[in-house]
């Protein structure tokens, strides 16, 4: 445990401060837009009672509880805590204890950016509520983090050359920045957004939107029968041939898809930088065009990393890494284990192999998980695809409608090329430091996950696996998802890589034994 000190970093007075009262423009601008569909309900009200004056009252109630809220909230900082106190009636008080700090982001909106203010998020671990000071100035803020990050460390690591490595800011109230060398192990590049169409966010995008003006659409109470819009949009169809027309609404979806891909990738990745602070212990990435991120995450706390390169990513050659890592929330996960956009395959795999500290990790041989293996990636991908091409085989027959055939024929095709795609890549091997284990096809994914963090080893064996000959072995951990599995593992190389995993333990996963779970 850090021993608790002044530091001069950070102030340890115990002297509660107020956040910037610049955040008297952000707090009320936040509060109509909480508040504005009750906004627009009450002007709407108004109006139609000849009370314009409803919506003047809505409005500065929303400014009123904005500058209460900058009024009740105080922040300070003690030897061994953050605290962050606010409310008026229920005074609510949260501390972080600095030497459970476990990730420190720093974020800005494009008000903030505007007014020079930063909102900092400091996390003490997977189950713990965050500490949120929105309000710091920008100075302040990358103080701050620096400096949470570096008292958390343990206490043989404060020693008087990194504490020599700290200086005074040019701004802010006491909080000089903690200055370390900065080592870039991934920085994006303009021309990379040229990945953004093949990830699947602009698809879900597209869909959001869909289902939302969908639901407005219905709910609308429009008569679409007498429509000038809709009956115009008839006329056009009709015009053009059915044919056209679907040929034209197929290339307006996927220039709209496009577009929603390309602007998501500039809002959310939009001067991505990956740098490596040895002295603080930590890895930093920055990103963001509108809104601007900064994200830390202690290298102490990562336990290997994960490849994706899903279809149709993969196809033109991109790839996305995301840090495998411990004390980190579920919701937090999906944003702040990322360490590369999409971007160009050797990239990624390069910057896996510095983050890792071996370079030569993936692209380590995996081995084969044999021909039953292989047989039950064809058994389920036909299984899969075979009943609906046998419905529709049915339906031709039924119905006498020969050209469904057609599709179900198309169903099959793909059903072999799924599953000849999920054979050929499954495999696993393991070093002395690393499992790692590749699985999947459409969203293929490779796992290199740290055997120092391993808590468990788990061997499940479903009925089919049984009859096949046929186990999947589990590394858990505390870390990413919990548990890392290796599918569909030949009886006979059970036991031996979970001795490898868990060594001692070969009487407990010899492979004739009922599915087991050990803990270390």
Do not use: C
């Not at 009672?49 to 400014?63: F, K």
């Not at 190389?493 to 010899?510: H, S």
């Amino acid at each position: 445990m850090t021993t608790p000190r002044s530091s001069p970093l950070v102030p340890a007075d115990d002297v509660w401060r107020r956040l910037s009262t610049r955040m008297l423009l952000i707090h009320p601008v936040k509060e109509l837009i909480r508040f504005l569909p009750a906004l627009i309900a009450i002007v709407i009200a108004g109006s139609s009672g000849g009370q314009h004056w409803w919506g003047l009252i809505g409005v500065g109630v929303a400014v009123g509880l904005g500058l209460l809220r900058w009024l009740t909230t105080r922040y300070r900082f003690t030897p061994d805590q953050v605290q962050l106190r606010h409310g008026l009636l229920n005074t609510t008080t949260v501390s972080a204890p600095i030497d459970r700090v476990r990730s420190v982001d720093v974020t800005a909106s494009i008000l903030h950016r505007a007014l020079g203010l930063a909102e900092v998020k400091i996390g003490t671990g997977a189950g713990e509520k965050e500490l949120k000071l929105d309000g710091l100035t920008a100075t302040e803020a990358a103080a701050l983090r620096g400096d949470l990050l570096h008292r958390s460390r343990p206490t043989a690591e404060d020693s008087p050359e990194a504490d020599a490595q700290a200086r005074p800011a040019a701004e802010g109230e006491g909080l000089p920045s903690y200055v370390s060398p900065e080592t870039v192990v991934y920085r994006g590049h303009p021309s990379w957004i040229r990945y953004a169409p093949f990830s699947p966010a602009g698809l879900i995008a597209a869909l959001a939107i869909f289902g939302i003006g969908s639901q407005v659409i219905n709910e609308s109470g429009i008569d679409w029968g007498n429509n000038e819009v809709v009956n115009g949009a008839t006329d056009v169809v009709q015009g053009l041939g059915v044919i056209i027309a679907v040929l034209v609404g197929v290339l307006a979806l996927i220039v709209f898809v496009v577009l929603l891909s390309l602007g998501g990738y500039l809002l959310a990745f939009h001067n991505f930088r990956l740098t490596r602070d040895d002295a603080g212990g930590t890895y930093h990435v920055t990103r963001g065009l509108l809104t601007t991120r900064a994200t830390s995450l202690e290298i102490r706390r990562l336990r290997g990393v994960a490849l994706h390169r899903p279809v149709p990513l993969r196809w033109v050659g991109g790839a996305r890494l995301e840090a495998i890592t411990t004390g980190v929330k579920d919701d937090d996960r999906a944003m702040s284990a990322t360490l590369t956009p999409p971007s160009p395959e050797p990239v990624v795999a390069a910057t896996a192999g510095r983050v890792l500290d071996d370079p030569g990790a993936l692209e380590l041989p995996l081995q084969g998980h044999g021909p039953a293996a292989t047989r039950r990636r064809y058994t389920r991908a036909l299984v899969g695809f075979g009943i609906p091409a046998a419905a529709l085989v049915v339906a031709a027959v039924r119905w006498s409608q020969p050209a469904l055939v057609i599709p179900a024929a198309a169903l099959l095709v793909v059903a072999v090329l799924l599953g000849r795609s999920r054979a050929h890549w499954l495999g696993h091997t393991i070093t002395d430091r690393f499992l790692i284990t590749r699985q999947g096809s459409l969203a293929l994914a490779t796992d290199v996950v740290e055997r120092r963090g391993a808590v468990g080893v788990v061997i499940r064996r479903s009925f089919f696996q049984r009859r096949a000959g046929l186990a999947t072995v589990s590394l858990a951990t505390a870390a990413g998802a919990k548990a890392y599995p290796v599918l569909d593992l030949p009886e006979h190389e059970v036991g031996k890589l979970a001795t490898q995993l868990l060594p001692g333990t070969v009487e407990q996963f010899r492979a004739d034994q009922p599915p087991t779970t050990h803990s270390a």
